[in-house]
């Protein structure tokens, strides 16, 4: 894949417990409306999460995050659609299983491997693209461990360690993804948004995945349900630091974001 233009990820939450409740869809009449949904409104990639990585959500075994990956998959394939399918995991064993038996394209790790030591050399041997998420300590822990010399210095710095992890291991394909959110105060957010530019030493295509989040809602003192405004001018911003993915809830306004900052950028 070639990154000429902006490209937009769609969520697909499938867990009856992420943050933002009008994107839960955990049935299959609703998974169905909402890839359909996603799919009409021109989404360029779908981002499936069936474990909710939300401070407090309940914990999910490796073997319900399968299943409740095999009901979307099996859904997808009777569309018979042509778009790339990323599975949102941390666990080496759901990815393995996830590429393998249910045929997804693409591993997103909120963690970058450091949840599971085993993801980085499977991802090696799977040859297939990686999405290294910047984050530390775990869901549940992650809103403890803030404490940075100099937050875009640092996230780049530890992306930089796992990024060379992932090489040593093989993988070529690799998108970064700074982890708006994860172990990020609501000050610490916006300066590594300020900053966002400044990823692109690394030297990969750059994800931003803000949506409706609460660096956002509270903020606006508002909820996740009135927060598309707000995402709105964050991916506005992050467009004009060059992200190549935005990842969203809401496909149609991410892509007039992109029709109308590539107008302004060329």
């Known amino acids: 894949m070639?990154?000429?233009?902006?490209?937009?990820?769609?969520?697909?939450?499938?867990?009856?417990?992420?943050?933002?409740?009008?994107?839960?869809?955990?049935?299959?009449?609703?998974?169905?409306?909402?890839?359909?949904?996603?799919?009409?409104?021109?989404?360029?990639?779908?981002?499936?999460?069936?474990?909710?990585?939300?401070?407090?959500?309940?914990?999910?075994?490796?073997?319900?995050?399968?299943?409740?990956?095999?009901?979307?998959?099996?859904?997808?394939?009777k569309k018979n659609i042509n778009i790339p399918i990323s599975i949102d995991t941390f666990r080496a064993n759901v990815a393995q299983y996830a590429i393998?038996?249910?045929?997804?394209?693409?591993?997103?790790?909120?963690?970058?491997?450091?949840?599971?030591?085993?993801?980085?050399?499977?991802?090696?041997?799977?040859?297939?693209?990686?999405?290294?998420?910047?984050?530390?300590?775990?869901?549940?822990?992650?809103n403890n461990l803030t404490n940075y010399n100099d937050i875009t210095a640092d996230v780049i710095l530890e992306l930089s360690q796992q990024i060379n992890r992932l090489t040593l291991a093989g993988v070529n394909d690799i998108i970064i993804d700074p982890g708006f959110g994860f172990a990020k105060t609501i000050e610490q957010n916006y300066e590594l948004l300020r900053n966002l530019e400044l990823l692109h030493e690394l030297g990969y295509p750059l994800l931003v995945g803000a949506s409706r989040k609460s660096m956002i809602y509270k903020t606006l003192e508002t909820t996740a349900e009135n927060a598309l405004n707000g995402t709105t001018i964050v991916n506005t911003i992050a467009l004009q630091a060059g992200a190549a993915i935005l990842r969203v809830h809401d496909v149609k306004a991410a892509h007039e974001v992109i029709k109308i900052t590539t107008l302004i950028n060329n």
Do not use: W
């Open 2 to 77: 070639e990154f000429n233009r902006p490209q937009v990820m769609g969520i697909l939450n499938i867990t009856p417990d992420s943050f933002y409740g009008d994107s839960r869809s955990f049935d299959t009449g609703s998974i169905n409306h909402r890839i359909d949904t996603m799919i009409a409104e021109g989404v360029d990639f779908i981002d499936i999460g069936a474990y909710s990585s939300r401070p407090g959500a309940n914990d999910v075994s490796s073997q319900a995050e399968i299943q409740r990956l095999e009901m979307a998959m099996n859904i997808i394939h």
């Open 100 to 142: 393998e038996s249910l045929g997804a394209d693409i591993i997103n790790d909120i963690s970058a491997g450091l949840l599971d030591n085993e993801m980085i050399p499977t991802i090696g041997r799977l040859k297939v693209p990686y999405i290294a998420m910047h984050m530390r300590g775990t869901p549940s822990t992650m």
